[in-house]
């Protein structure tokens, strides 16, 4: 059974850094594109980052752009993501996600994780 499970969310002030973690099991993570998106309280769920299999192409948000990176370790099945200078906006619940091709991951991905929560405070 392919399952997806993020750690790392908390609270931090603005300004501040925080590291999300997401692990796979249950299907070839390798092989798979991932990727993080988020969902603020009375909002739609958006994509933040994602980085491709083989090649490692991390793409992102324009939101997020030069302020977050994504990275995978797939011998760890493994992706994380690196926040940092984080605003108010930035808080919502923050989901993992893996597609069969990176076009999958950004339309409709093949697994979620179940979130974690990102609280930022000024």
């Known amino acids: 059974q392919a399952q997806l499970v993020e750690s790392g969310g908390g609270s931090v002030q603005v300004g501040g850094a925080l590291n999300l973690t997401c692990t796979g099991s249950g299907f070839t993570v390798e092989n798979y594109a991932l990727g993080w998106y988020r969902q603020a309280p009375g909002q739609q769920r958006e994509f933040v980052a994602a980085?491709?299999?083989?090649?490692?192409?991390?793409d992102y948000a324009a939101s997020v752009k030069g302020r977050f990176i994504i990275s995978r370790d797939d011998a760890k099945k493994s992706l994380y993501l690196r926040m940092s200078s984080l605003r108010s906006e930035d808080a919502a619940v923050y989901f993992c996600a893996a597609g069969a091709k990176s076009r999958i991951l950004r339309t409709a991905p093949n697994y979620w994780g179940q979130g974690t929560r990102v609280s930022v405070s000024s």
């Open positions: 980085i491709s299999a083989g090649l490692e192409i991390a």
